[in-house]
């Protein structure tokens, strides 16, 4: 059973720096065909990608975040981090790790978000 929780402040000031850790246990994140991601939710919104760490250490964003946010990882610890700079309130969310399994199903790639951390509430305040 893959297993992923999110660690990180719950608070940051305007302009300052959010950083998250996800630690994944029960599976590796250098397995091939799987996608390490993050993913928000600000209040009262629908979920928002932000981007992805894959196998290899490529790492894809959102276009709207892209000047602001970093992936990277830890493969010893098992951990993948967010970093998202020059916060501003708009950037308050639940912010979730998952993973997304890419497999081939009937001859076609299927891509499926099959396991997510329980999400950790970010406030952006002074």
């Known amino acids: 059973q893959v297993q992923l929780q999110e660690s990180g402040p719950g608070l940051v000031k305007p302009s300052q720096t959010l950083s998250l850790t996800c630690t994944v246990s029960g599976g590796s994140i250098t397995t091939i065909d799987d996608y390490w991601n993050w993913i928000r939710q600000p209040p009262g919104k629908g979920l928002e990608w932000i981007g992805f760490i894959a196998k290899s250490g490529v790492t894809v964003y959102d276009p709207s975040l892209e000047s602001r946010a970093s992936i990277s990882r830890d493969t010893a610890k098992n951990q993948f981090t967010l970093q998202l700079n020059s916060v501003s309130p708009e950037d308050a969310a639940v912010y979730y790790c998952?993973?997304?399994?890419?497999?081939?199903?009937?001859?076609?790639?299927?891509?499926?978000?099959?396991?997510w951390g329980q999400g950790t509430q970010v406030t952006v305040s002074s």
């Open positions: 998952a993973r997304l399994r890419a497999r081939v199903v009937n001859g076609r790639w299927i891509y499926e978000y099959d396991y």
